[in-house]
């Protein structure tokens, strides 16, 4: 079959697959504090060292594109109340836990990150220290947008152990931007990057995003160009989601302004070429590393791992998210904090958990989302240990014939591999594992395309 045979079959609504089993799909009843507090201490006591990270919600300015969880404000007002409410659910954890967290990995998200004044960041990084040991090789990145990062946050940031720093560029094309409202220059974008190499920081990525408004290949091939002589170590090269039912920003232009189906795909696959062609090896899904970079030092030595953040160099059982709309892992069970920024600094000022929804694992839940994450960081995964197996998998194995005929698949006895052909379409052979997808199938619109 053609690539754009393949691509009109497979370009359906698909989820991202950053968890198992999909938000979506968790139980409708919701999970108590006592239940939660129990399941992150049985974690803990697995293995004390934890992956943290704490959602920054406030944005300047509206980006038109984004589905991030944000809040638009330029009252910076808001900074502190914010951080003292982080800094309570923080304690709240740490009450909890029998002896010191050992924070492994650490990550500012959001929103934007460098909205915030970075001695409120400073108090922030340092009200978690003051509850927490360091482990000795430790992953500290933040986001940062381009027009509000000043060399004082990197500064400050660096100081406090942060050596890797995500740039959102987007595209470098002035008529795109425009038309996202993502208000930017290429020479930020520089500046940015300088200050941080000179102040020593060992990653620099940069998020690009294709399928924007008005993109063409002439974007893409400008873009790639650009990046050879500020040779960032990781790219993120992501699809745009355009689900405006979601979120209504995106509803700034039309689906005609859009690349859609095959001419979309055109713009990955473009974009892959001439970043393997630089030197940029595809890392599972959507992501780019330099050779010397962890993300693909951990591909290689097959600790590549995927978590609600995206692509991560190693594994911690527990994985604790501070802020408004941000979801902890307990490994066998998840909670998403309110969305809401007030309904979270309430529950908070309150002592309680800001829970607003769960799921609490069942074993088959865990042996599928081992596969899912197998196929994302791996490109295969394996059943022959009866320890990987459940009665899903009858009906697992009857949806393979398609992705087999088209050669997105090899499967060999109880050993399923990713063919070249087929990593572009991980999405839908995940989709084949998903026994909540197809147990209660979607009535209306819920994901975003897989293309």
Same mark, same amino acid.
């Given at each position: 079959?053609?690539?754009?045979?393949?691509?009109?079959?497979?370009?359906?609504?698909?989820?991202?697959?950053?968890?198992?089993?999909?938000?979506?799909?968790?139980?409708?009843?919701?999970?108590?504090?006592?239940?939660?507090?129990?399941?992150?201490q049985?974690?803990?006591?697995?293995?004390?060292?934890?992956?943290?990270?704490?959602?920054?919600?406030?944005?300047?300015?509206?980006?038109?594109?984004?589905?991030?969880?944000?809040?638009?404000?330029?009252?910076?007002?808001?900074e502190?109340?914010?951080?003292?409410?982080?800094?309570?659910?923080?304690?709240?954890?740490?009450?909890?836990l029998?002896?010191?967290?050992?924070?492994?990995?650490?990550?500012?998200?959001?929103?934007?990150?460098?909205f915030?004044?970075?001695?409120?960041?400073?108090?922030l990084?340092?009200?978690?220290?003051?509850?927490?040991?360091?482990?000795?090789e430790v992953?500290?990145?933040f986001?940062?947008?381009?027009?509000?990062?000043?060399?004082?946050?990197?500064?400050?940031?660096?100081?406090?152990?942060f050596?890797?720093?995500?740039?959102g560029?987007?595209?470098?094309?002035?008529?795109?931007?425009?038309?996202?409202?993502?208000?930017?220059?290429?020479?930020?974008?520089?500046?940015?990057?300088?200050?941080a190499?000179?102040?020593?920081?060992?990653?620099?990525?940069?998020?690009?995003?294709?399928?924007?408004?008005?993109q063409?290949?002439?974007?893409?091939?400008?873009?790639?160009?650009?990046?050879?002589?500020?040779?960032?170590?990781?790219?993120?090269?992501?699809?745009?989601?355009?689900?405006?039912?979601?979120?209504?920003?995106?509803?700034?232009?039309?689906?005609?302004?859009?690349?859609?189906?095959?001419?979309?795909?055109?713009?990955?696959?473009?974009?892959?070429?001439?970043?393997?062609?630089?030197?940029?090896?595809?890392?599972?899904?959507?992501?780019?590393?330099?050779?010397?970079?962890?993300?693909?030092?951990?591909?290689?030595?097959?600790?590549?791992?995927?978590?609600?953040?995206g692509?991560?160099?190693?594994?911690?059982r527990?994985?604790?998210?501070?802020?408004?709309?941000?979801? @902890? !892992?307990?490994?066998?069970g998840?909670?998403q904090? %309110?969305?809401? $920024?007030e309904?979270?600094? /309430?529950? =908070? +000022?309150? #002592?309680?958990?800001?829970?607003?929804?769960?799921?609490l694992?069942?074993?088959?839940?865990?042996?599928?989302?081992?596969?899912?994450?197998?196929i994302?960081?791996?490109y295969?995964?394996?059943? @022959? !240990?009866?320890?990987?197996?459940?009665?899903?998998? %009858?009906?697992? $194995?009857g949806?393979f014939? /398609?992705? =087999? +005929?088209? #050669?997105?698949?090899?499967?060999?006895?109880?050993?399923?591999?990713?063919?070249?052909?087929?990593?572009?379409?991980l999405?839908?052979?995940?989709?084949?594992?998903?026994?909540?997808?197809w147990?209660?199938?979607?009535?209306?619109?819920?994901?975003s395309?897989?293309?």
């Open positions: 079959m053609t690539n754009s045979l393949l691509l009109q079959k497979y370009n359906t609504p698909v989820p991202r697959y950053t968890s198992y089993p999909t938000v979506p799909y968790w139980e409708e009843k919701p999970i108590s504090e006592r239940a939660w507090i129990q399941h992150f049985d974690a803990f006591q697995v293995d004390r060292g934890i992956s943290l990270y704490i959602h920054l919600p406030y944005c300047e300015k509206l980006c038109t594109y984004c589905g991030c969880n944000k809040r638009i404000t330029k009252n910076h007002g808001v502190a109340p914010y951080i003292a409410s982080i800094l309570q659910e923080w304690e709240l954890y740490v009450k909890n029998p002896q010191r967290p050992l924070i492994k990995a650490l990550h500012l998200g959001g929103g934007t990150p460098t915030f004044h970075p001695d409120q960041l400073e108090t990084i340092r009200g978690i220290f003051k509850h927490a040991d360091l482990a000795p992953d500290f990145g986001e940062a947008h381009p027009s509000s990062t000043t060399r004082q946050h990197l500064t400050t940031l660096y100081y406090l152990g050596r890797r720093i995500s740039v560029v987007q595209d470098f094309a002035p008529e795109i931007l425009d038309i996202i409202n993502r208000q930017q220059t290429e020479e930020e974008v520089h500046q940015v990057t300088e200050w190499r000179e102040l020593g920081y060992t990653s620099v990525n940069y998020d690009l995003i294709f399928g924007l408004p008005l063409t290949p002439a974007h893409i091939r400008t873009t790639m160009q650009k990046l050879e002589s500020l040779r960032p170590d990781r790219i993120a090269f992501y699809s745009y989601a355009h689900v405006p039912w979601i979120k209504p920003s995106q509803r700034a232009y039309s689906e005609a302004d859009l690349p859609l189906g095959t001419a979309k795909r055109e713009l990955y696959e473009l974009g892959r070429d001439l970043l393997e062609d630089m030197g940029y090896p595809e890392i599972g899904m959507d992501h780019f590393s330099l050779p010397t970079d962890d993300l693909y030092l951990s591909m290689q030595a097959g600790t590549l791992h995927r978590n609600f953040m692509y991560t160099p190693f594994y911690t527990l994985s604790i998210a501070l802020g408004a709309s941000s979801i @902890s !892992d307990s490994w066998d998840f909670i904090n %309110e969305k809401g $920024i309904e979270y600094q /309430d529950a =908070i +000022a309150r #002592g309680h958990f800001p829970i607003t929804k769960g799921h694992f069942t074993e088959e839940d865990q042996i599928l989302r081992t596969h899912i994450l197998n994302m960081c791996r295969e995964t394996d059943w @022959s !240990d009866p320890a990987l197996q459940c009665a899903a998998f %009858e009906d697992i $194995i949806r014939d /398609d992705l =087999i +005929a088209d #050669g997105l698949i090899e499967v060999n006895g109880q050993h399923l591999a990713v063919t070249a052909l087929g990593r572009p379409f999405r839908n052979i995940c989709l084949a594992f998903d026994a909540r997808y147990q209660k199938q979607p009535g209306a619109k819920v994901f395309q897989a293309v």
